[in-house]
């Protein structure tokens, strides 16, 4: 069932591509002051103002908007309680959100614990989670998982693990935060994806775990996970070579990273061209790639914020690329 919301999910992302919709205002008076806004993995939308909190629109039949209903919204409405300092972060059917305190808080679907407060009830409203206190500095959901990045440089995660994608050497589901296995220091920033997670490191390098059906772990792994034996790892493995990296994001089955040099490199599922090497072959498993072409880039800050026993494909580097320097 839980791998099955996945491919649904893909499902719905391409019949979305295929329709082209246009940009629209979020209603007939515009949101202003909007300091960060965030999609969510499946039919929601959130946005934090300068002024008025956190607001959310799209779909609600689990709460994931935050306004204490469970009534889908066509224009923004605003998230019980919480700062207006606060980032936030939508899952598939849930959302989190990071105070400038570094306290955090989730609400909306929980049948997996991806809400973290130790219980599986849904949340309509802003909950606190379990036994994490108040330093975090940074914050990433996923489909049906949730992590946070320490001030201390560590990881921590929660929510559906059937795949391995929080990282503790289980494929147990944990309502309450869990200590990523080898990362306690060590990890600058924080990506999840459908059903795995990455994490970029101190030293420039990333390091993956969860499902890798795609290959979007970057890595060749032994274990398998979840109803179909998925290809997976339960525990962080390093991507192969990648080193010199500054930022990470991960999609539904891909993963892509950024380096000093301002190559954006993309492994994983590539059935819609996602890895933007000029090629759309479907990858269900590690399969070798030609190597990357050169490409010569000038990069700047990105963001708001500084802060089965094959031959693994090596991370694809996207052709013309360049990304100016502010």
Request: glycine content about 14%; overall charge negative; hydrophobic content about 35%.
């Amino acid at each position: 069932m839980r791998t099955t919301l996945l491919l649904f999910f893909l499902l719905v992302l391409a019949v979305a591509t295929a329709l082209v919709p246009q940009p629209t205002a979020t209603s007939a008076n515009p949101l202003t002051d909007v300091s960060a806004v965030a999609a969510g993995g499946s039919s929601h939308t959130c946005a934090v103002t300068a002024t008025d909190g956190v607001k959310c629109w799209g779909l609600n039949k689990d709460g994931q908007l935050g306004d204490g209903t469970t009534i889908s919204r066509r224009t923004p409405t605003d998230v019980s309680g919480l700062e207006i300092d606060s980032i936030v972060a939508p899952g598939g059917f849930h959302t989190c959100a990071l105070s400038a305190a570094g306290a955090v808080r989730c609400w909306g679907n929980n049948f997996v614990g991806q809400v973290g407060d130790g219980t599986n009830t849904g949340r309509s409203i802003p909950v606190d989670v379990s036994e994490l206190g108040s330093q975090i500095a940074a914050i990433a959901a996923g489909f049906n998982h949730t992590c946070v990045l320490t001030d201390a440089g560590g990881v921590k995660c929660w929510g559906q693990n059937i795949l391995g994608q929080l990282g503790d050497g289980t494929m147990t589901d944990r309502n309450a935060p869990v200590d990523v296995v080898g990362l306690s220091s060590g990890v600058a920033a924080i990506a999840t994806g459908g059903g795995h997670t990455c994490v970029l490191t101190t030293t420039g390098g990333v390091k993956c775990w969860g499902d890798n059906i795609f290959g979007e772990l970057g890595a060749a792994t032994t274990e398998r996970c979840g109803p179909v034996n998925n290809p997976c790892s339960t525990t962080p493995v390093d991507v192969v070579g990648l080193t010199d990296v500054t930022a990470v994001a991960a999609g539904v089955g891909h993963t892509c990273a950024l380096t000093t040099e301002g190559s954006v490199m993309c492994w994983g599922y590539n059935t819609y061209g996602q890895l933007g090497d000029g090629s759309t072959p479907r990858y269900h498993h590690p399969t070798p790639r030609p190597p990357p072409r050169p490409l010569r880039t000038s990069v700047g800050p990105v963001g708001p914020h500084p802060h089965r026993g094959l031959t693994l494909p090596p991370p694809v580097l996207w052709p013309g690329l360049v990304v100016n320097r502010a």
